[in-house]
């Protein structure tokens, strides 16, 4: 990492926390009725909402507009329909992306009346407004994320992962403990926000925990170690600049 690179570490215990009895939410960013000025976006990265959702329980209807929208499950099924008549049923392994464009609306449930489902839901600022919303999903090789980082999404249609409308890469690895790699950045004048999902890693001279978030910002690659045995980090390269349209 550049001696010149800019931190934020956002420990997993400072983030906001709504518990509405069968939904528990931890928001990195502010969010609904947890509104902190020095925690309003990371670039383009407006929402990192951690969510526990109970048996059979769920979002019902509701709409967006011009947001790009990622669902990552990390345990459980959630049941998703849309105004776009999509149905399906995500899972841990998979990715789901909403273009929300002109408008769009839909519903989450877990499709389970008796286990938690736990899944991310992480809000981008597009690049292009009004554009014709659009759902999809991925399957992807869990294998393809051990001691490397799986690319899940990018700008483009013909990369690996699923895409959105902005110059964003996300990366998902699960590590051997003492397994270290690099991670070069995409694009001049980016930034990562690194989060950790399990155990412990070491982001430069940065130690972070499970749920802890640390933002970097005028790096052109980050070193990564990890410090316990099956550790997952998911990396989130996003434009710093909000854009002007």
Do not use: C
């Amino acid at each position: 990492m550049n001696t010149t690179a800019n931190i934020i570490l956002h420990k997993a215990n400072t983030r906001g926390y709504a518990n509405h009895g069968w939904l528990e939410s931890y928001h990195t960013f502010s969010f609904a009725g947890y509104q902190n000025p020095e925690r309003t976006h990371f670039g383009v990265l407006r929402v990192l909402n951690d969510d526990r959702v109970s048996g059979g329980m769920g979002f019902g209807n509701h709409p967006h507009d011009n947001m790009e929208i990622i669902s990552i499950p990390l345990e459980g099924d959630l049941q998703h329909q849309d105004s776009m008549g999509n149905t399906a049923v995500i899972r841990k392994g998979d990715i789901q992306i909403m273009s929300a464009g002109t408008g769009i609306s839909h519903s989450e449930y877990n499709k389970n009346k008796d286990e938690l489902a736990k899944f991310l839901q992480i809000w981008i600022f597009p690049n292009k407004r009004n554009v014709d919303p659009r759902y999809d999903q991925l399957t992807l090789n869990l294998e393809d994320r051990h001691n490397r980082l799986q690319q899940v999404l990018s700008p483009n249609a013909d990369d690996e992962g699923v895409w959105i409308h902005q110059d964003a890469w996300f990366h998902l690895g699960t590590f051997d403990q003492d397994f270290g790699t690099t991670y070069s950045l995409k694009k001049e004048g980016n930034g990562v926000y690194a989060f950790v999902l399990k155990g412990s890693f070491q982001i430069g001279e940065t130690t972070l925990d499970t749920r802890d978030g640390l933002g970097i910002t005028g790096a052109d690659s980050i070193s990564i170690k990890a410090l316990t045995e099956g550790a997952e980090i998911l990396l989130m390269e996003v434009p710093m600049q909000l854009p002007r349209i």
